[in-house]
């Protein structure tokens, strides 16, 4: 069931992501759910490979609103092509809220050292 709340977050942390799903992907597929210009953060951890994620990722959604919106909305959405007999996406809360402390975790100068973009977390700046 969806949450019904989710105490005032706004940085999700999305779990049970198919493992060839690519961040870029990802970020396609929140844009085509509705979601354009509604999160300014991403970040799906990946091997150095390329070739995989870690089956999470953090999206930070610029308001309460549009993550419960996104909470709700993710567990029907078909765009994770989650697999018959695989668990469904989970959503919940991250430990770590809010834009700043998102890009000051992720997106600090060891990740700007990562040549690959792919690989580097997603940032839009107002």
Same mark, same amino acid.
């Given at each position: 069931?969806? !949450? *019904? /709340?989710?105490?005032?977050? #706004? #940085?999700? %942390?999305?779990?049970?992501? !198919? +493992? /060839?799903?690519?961040?870029? #992907?990802?970020?396609?597929?929140?844009?085509? %759910?509705?979601?354009?210009?509604?999160? /300014?953060? @991403?970040? %799906?951890? =990946?091997?150095?490979?390329?070739?995989?994620?870690?089956?999470?990722?953090? &999206?930070?959604?610029?308001? $309460?609103? @549009?993550a419960l919106?996104?909470? =709700?909305? =993710?567990? +029907?959405?078909?765009?994770?092509? &989650?697999?018959a007999g695989? !668990?469904? &996406?989970?959503?919940? !809360? *991250?430990?770590?809220?809010?834009?700043?402390?998102? &890009?000051?975790?992720? *997106?600090?100068? +060891?990740?700007? +050292?990562?040549? $690959?973009?792919?690989?580097?977390?997603?940032?839009?700046?107002?």
């Amino acid at each position: 069931a969806p !949450p *019904a /709340d989710l105490g005032g977050a #706004t #940085t999700l %942390m999305l779990r049970n992501l !198919p +493992r /060839d799903l690519m961040q870029k #992907t990802l970020v396609e597929s929140l844009e085509e %759910m509705g979601f354009d210009g509604m999160f /300014d953060f @991403a970040y %799906m951890p =990946c091997n150095f490979s390329g070739a995989e994620n870690k089956g999470y990722a953090f &999206v930070n959604f610029i308001s $309460n609103d @549009a993550a419960l919106a996104f909470a =709700c909305a =993710c567990p +029907r959405s078909s765009l994770f092509a &989650v697999a018959a007999g695989e !668990p469904l &996406v989970n959503v919940s !809360p *991250a430990a770590l809220q809010g834009f700043e402390a998102n &890009v000051s975790q992720w *997106a600090g100068a +060891r990740m700007s +050292r990562i040549r $690959n973009a792919d690989l580097r977390p997603f940032v839009r700046f107002a």
